[in-house]
């Protein structure tokens, strides 16, 4: 099994800047993607930022050139830096991964959720 356990949320005021981490753990052959993804009350869970093969990233247009993904591959984590905050950016955010594991006789991959941490951004 894989956990991902999510940090770095909070209260912050529009305009500054949160850094949320997420660190997988357990029975990981190959980390193919990591990303993050919130959800704002009323909405649905929608994808903000995803890195794969380790250096290929792709964002959500109303984060562009605000948010910067990251990742690091021998701590199995994944950073997302976020700048510039709205009140619109307030949701909790959760971490997602794809992750490649060997059982007992074959590969598989599955994809995981952290448990989520709440931003909150004040106007």
């Known amino acids: 099994q894989v956990q991902l356990v999510e940090s770095g949320g909070g209260l912050v005021q529009a305009g500054g800047s949160l850094r949320l981490s997420c660190a997988a753990s357990?029975?990981?052959?190959?980390?193919?993607?990591m990303g993050w993804y919130r959800q704002a009350p009323g909405k649905q869970r929608e994808l903000v930022a995803q890195i794969s093969s380790g250096t290929k990233t792709n964002y959500a247009d109303s984060v562009k050139g605000r948010f910067t993904i990251s990742g690091d591959n021998a701590k199995n984590t994944v950073y997302l830096q976020m700048s510039s905050l709205k009140p619109e950016d307030t949701g909790v955010y959760y971490c997602?991964?794809?992750?490649?594991?060997?059982?007992?006789?074959?590969?598989?991959?599955?994809?995981?959720w952290g448990q989520g941490t709440q931003v909150t951004v004040s106007s």
């Open positions: 357990g029975s990981i052959f190959e980390i193919n993607a």
């Open positions: 997602n991964a794809n992750i490649v594991s060997k059982g007992a006789h074959l590969y598989y991959t599955k994809g995981y």
